[in-house]
């Protein structure tokens, strides 16, 4: 897995949170058990979220 930047215990790399979410929905795959399955795409779910939000600041900062 390839590191994140974290800046007041936040991650700051939306592209990196994306490819995380993309991990944790192939490995979703892999789960033999319904509830480890949901987990792992509520995880992706949040990651895709947060990259989202922080995509959106960064396009606002350069607007500004």
């Known amino acids: 897995m390839t590191p994140i930047a974290i800046i007041d215990g936040r991650p ?8 995380l979410a993309a991990w944790y929905r192939e490995y979703a795959e892999r789960a033999g ?24 600041k960064s396009a606002r900062q350069r607007e500004t």
């Open 12 to 19: 700051q790399e939306p592209r990196k949170l994306r490819t």
């Open 33 to 56: 058990n319904p509830s480890i399955w949901e987990a792992r795409l509520r995880t992706a779910k949040e990651l895709e979220r947060e990259a989202d939000r922080l995509g959106g």
